[in-house]
Nanobody, 129 residues
Framework: QVQLKESGGGSVEVGGSLVLSCATS????????LGWFHQVPGKQRTAVAS?????????RYADSVRGRFTISLDTARNTLVLDMTGLKADDTGMYYC?????????????????????WGQGTQVTVSS
């Protein structure tokens, strides 16, 4: 049974940091892109960052988070991690991790939530000034 479970959300002040984790099970992460997505009420889910499980060099970031967030994969624990620094009020929202069976050379597709096969239930991040 495929499972993705996010943790690590919370409330921080502008400029603060958080580390989100996504524990995965039930599938071979080496065959998937794993991604983090952001969603606020009434808006579509948007990409934050993605990484290919079989080759961490295949990594992509949304322009809005590049240089502030770092995505990584702990293959020993099958856990996806998002290290968030320099948080802004606009970063507030639900953060979801997902898994997409996409070849590594099609990384641009990994930033489209419609290409994802599996999702976690999300974790809330609130950034206040």
């Amino acid at each position: 049974q495929v499972q993705l479970k996010e943790s690590g959300g919370g409330s921080v002040e502008v400029g603060g940091s958080l580390v989100l984790s996504c524990a995965t099970s039930g599938f071979a992460i080496g065959d998937f892109y794993l991604g983090w997505f952001h969603q606020v009420p009434g808006k579509q889910r948007t990409a934050v960052a993605s990484v290919y499980g079989g080759g961490p060099e295949f990594t992509r970031y949304a322009d809005s988070v590049r240089g502030r967030f770092t995505i990584s994969l702990d293959t020993a624990r099958n856990t996806l991690v998002l290290d968030m620094t320099g948080l802004k009020a606009d970063d507030t929202g639900m953060y979801y991790c997902g898994a997409a069976r996409i070849p590594p050379w099609e990384g641009s597709r990994s930033l489209n939530p419609q290409n994802y096969d599996y999702w976690g239930q999300g974790t809330q991040v609130t950034v206040s000034s």
